[in-house]
């Protein structure tokens, strides 16, 4: 038992009195692992509150049969689309099937996929 007293004694005189910034090191990492519990208990964690999107339906039509059917184009999205997809929104589009290309569609539903209706959350269906 002397002996284990005299061999922490010999390791608190060799090591901490001879050199201070250990010691110094030794009190900053156990102040520091302190007040980092203590501020963790503090504050409790906090999510923000969930963000609720709108899923669009694009629909395209040649903008030159739109005006005779567009009652029923307008009826279609809002009572079947809408209805029957939740938290769904449809987007009707009268286009020139001559002037846009597939490949213009297609950049033109991608730009809606990633920024949307202005200020309103939303992904493309």
Known sequence: MKAIR?????????AL???????L?????????????????????????PVERVNLVAVLVDNKI???IQAD?????????QQQLSNTKALVFPIDVKIFTPAKIA???????FEGEVDKVSSLQ
């Open 107 to 113: 950049k033109i539903l991608e730009n809606l996929y």
């Open 73 to 81: 184009v307008e009826r279609y999205t809002r009572d079947y689309i």
């Open 6 to 14: 005299s061999l922490g004694y010999r390791f608190l005189d060799t």
């Open 25 to 49: 090191v030794l009190v900053v990492f156990l102040l520091s692992s302190l007040f980092q519990g203590l501020v963790m208990y503090w504050q409790p964690a906090r999510a923000d509150e």
């Open 66 to 68: 739109y005006k005779d």
């Open 17 to 23: 009195v001879r050199k201070p910034h250990l010691f």
